[in-house]
């Protein structure tokens, strides 16, 4: 499975920017994470296959929506009213279909190359 993802950029506080992530093969439950320069990775959204189910990080609750096309083989993720702590290498995720706990990065099989996200204030 390869992911690709796309849509990063550099935008103001308060902007937004939708992210998109392409997959090549089989994929299950898809999440975003980002890292910050100097900090650890962390998650930020993740969607069940079906779409039904979807997952946010506290800090992103209520601004991002993650969302997937089964049919064009890609996940989405919407980011609204960004501010200047947002700003990292947003990296896509799925699964091989084995255990998976949203939040938990080693949970996920397969990750995209990043696409950067700077958030000016």
């Known amino acids: 499975v390869q992911l690709q993802a796309s849509g990063g950029g550099l935008v103001q506080a308060g902007d937004s920017l939708r992210l998109s992530c392409a997959a090549s093969g089989r994929t299950f439950s898809m999440g975003w994470f980002r890292q910050a320069p100097g900090k650890e990775r962390e998650f930020v959204a993740a969607?069940?296959?079906?779409?039904?189910?979807?997952y946010y990080a506290n800090s992103v609750k209520g601004r991002f929506t993650i969302s997937r096309d089964n049919a064009k083989n890609a996940v989405h993720l919407q980011m609204n009213s960004l501010k200047p702590e947002d700003t990292a290498v947003y990296y896509c995720?799925?699964?091989?279909?084995?255990?998976?706990?949203?939040?938990?990065?080693?949970?996920?099989?397969?990750w995209g190359q990043g696409t950067l996200v700077t958030v000016s204030s």
């Open positions: 969607i069940t296959w079906s779409g039904l189910n979807t």
């Open positions: 995720a799925t699964d091989a279909g084995g255990s998976w706990i949203y939040s938990v990065g080693a949970t996920y099989d397969y």
